[in-house]
């Protein structure tokens, strides 16, 4: 089955910084590849849609300027969060669907 | 919100004894999918099961959907202590929804032993 690799799974930035995670399918290329956002004690939400060599499709609500999107092969797409701020802290996951939908390990972001 | 609901939000038991978490869901639907959530970490993909089918199995668990309620139930039997996580449905849109998944609130499983 395809293997998602999410890299960093842990990472503590400043205020106002940027962090970029990184989703890498290791098995798969991968045309679309979804990334999520889970809060301690919650559900998943869906944030967006990353599309290989277009732009990115947002959920409402998802700030696209803040959660800055990238999928420049059809291995590896990047979710940058710019001008981090503690709200932002959050557990991210990518996924990839191929016969099923694949997860990354997550990434915990704190923002302090 | 297109968000499902799941109950109970947690769920307490001693090992051996069966956990079932119920799943409700307000689209159409294509799929359903059950995953398992350890603390802190990334998602396993347990079990789906189509719209067009009532039940499923695979291995100790057992999968029933009701499309007619919208609802899902999964059930594991003889849990062991190392069922313990979080689960969680998800479900697939049967239009215009793509491969996306909204997934419920989920259910916080504790096997005692």
């Known amino acids: 089955g395809a293997v998602v690799s999410q890299h960093p799974s842990r990472v503590i930035c400043k205020s106002g910084t940027s962090v970029k995670i990184e989703c890498r399918s290791l098995?798969?290329?991968?045309?679309?590849m979804f990334w999520y956002r889970q809060f301690p004690k919650q559900s998943l939400m869906l944030m967006a849609t990353?599309?290989?060599?277009?732009?990115?499709?947002?959920e409402q609500g998802v700030e696209k300027d803040k959660f800055l999107i990238n999928h420049a092969s059809l291995t590896l797409s990047t979710l940058t969060v710019t001008s981090a701020h503690p709200e932002d802290s959050s557990f991210y996951i990518c996924?990839?669907?191929?016969?099923?939908?694949?997860f990354g390990q997550g990434t915990r972001l704190t923002v302090v | 919100s297109q968000q499902g609901e799941e109950d109970p939000q947690a769920l307490s038991i001693q090992e051996g004894e069966n956990a079932t978490m119920n799943c409700s869901y307000k689209?159409?639907?294509?799929?359903l999918q059950w995953y398992r959530q350890n603390s802190g970490r990334g998602l396993v993909h347990l079990i789906l099961?189509?719209?067009?089918?009532r039940e499923k199995h695979s291995g100790r668990l057992r999968v029933t959907l009701d499309t007619s309620k919208k609802s899902s139930s999964l059930l594991i039997t003889a849990s062991r202590a190392a069922d313990t996580a979080s689960y969680f449905c998800?479900?697939?849109?049967?239009?215009?929804?793509?491969?996306?998944?909204?997934f419920g609130t989920g259910t916080q499983l504790k096997v005692e032993l």
């Open positions: 996924s990839v669907f191929w016969t099923e939908a694949f």
């Open positions: 098995d798969f290329q991968a045309t679309t």
């Open positions: 990353s599309n290989e060599g277009s732009k990115a499709t947002y």
């Open positions: 689209t159409s639907i294509n799929n």
């Open positions: 099961i189509r719209s067009n089918e």
């Open positions: 998800a479900t697939a849109m049967a239009t215009g929804g793509g491969n996306k998944l909204t």
